[in-house]
């Protein structure tokens, strides 16, 4: 165990930028978990409306929520990175600021790990629209993703994570502003050989929000495209066989 890491610990890092309509919801659901062992670490990316105080308001009773302020708007990566660096936890989860997450996502994913030895998992999720209205119940995904199968599906929703860093080492995210966090988990299976194992269980539901980095989807085709080609450094040929692959699971995710 390495000791600036503390055992059993949970540290959620939560990117916030201009999250006034739902970050009270999404932290409400992190202080309703079964698993009362945590701490979330809310990093502000120069909100321009009351995130911030909305936070702040919630802080005075919670000491385990705790916020960093950004000088710059610098985007979710380096918001991340922030909340990694003061992160004390034996494990990193990740929550978005419009996500909402099951009372048992943690004791859940936790048990999971524990009882199997898994050092990187994640978890099926539902998709809901910005009413909180669910548009599908169940988004699942393979049992387990290797390198080359997170290529093919690069699923693994952010908000689902749970990485014990007593096994994988610590980490950062690549200093991208879209995709970062597929490029982590390509990262961390590239560099470890760890395979990330997916819990059969529906515990967050990932919102849809129109305008947002995640709902663009031909933002999300060049992303990928480019998470390939630039950050992964796949040759010509492999990296259009893995795209065809992406495209066809994204479709059947949607149907």
């Keep these: 165990m390495q000791a600036s890491f503390k055992p059993g610990l949970v540290s959620i890092v939560t990117p916030v930028y201009n999250a006034e309509r739902f970050i009270s919801q999404t932290i409400k659901a992190v202080q309703a978990q079964t698993y009362p062992n945590w701490e979330l670490i809310l990093i502000n990316d120069c909100s321009s409306d009351q995130s911030q105080v909305i936070i702040e308001q919630i802080q005075k009773a919670d000491q385990r929520v705790q916020l960093i302020n950004l000088e710059q708007n610098s985007g979710a990566a380096v918001a991340r990175n922030t909340g990694l660096e003061a992160a004390k936890g034996q494990y990193i989860a ?20 524990q009882e199997n030895g898994y050092a990187f998992t994640y978890t099926n999720f539902a998709l809901m629209d910005e009413e909180g209205q669910i548009l599908k119940p169940a988004v699942k995904l393979p049992a387990e993703l290797n390198y080359s199968g997170l290529l093919k599906n690069t699923a693994i929703a952010c908000s689902t994570v749970v990485i014990d860093r007593t096994l994988v080492g610590d980490f950062r995210m690549p200093l991208v ?7 982590t988990w390509l990262k961390i299976m590239r560099e470890t050989g760890i395979v990330a194992h997916g819990l059969d269980k529906v515990l967050n539901h990932y919102r849809q929000v ?19 080609r630039r950050l992964e450094k796949l040759p010509l040929l492999k990296a ?14 949607r149907t």
């Design 94 to 113: 990740f929550v978005d600021s419009d996500d909402v997450w099951q009372p048992t996502k943690l004791m859940d994913q936790l048990a999971y790990m």
């Design 210 to 228: 129109s305008g947002s980095i995640s709902s663009n989807k031909w933002g999300a085709l060049k992303r990928t495209w480019h998470t390939y």
């Design 240 to 253: 259009i066989y893995y795209f065809g692959h992406y495209v066809l699971q994204a479709i059947l995710r």
């Design 177 to 183: 502003r879209k995709g970062q966090d597929t490029a």
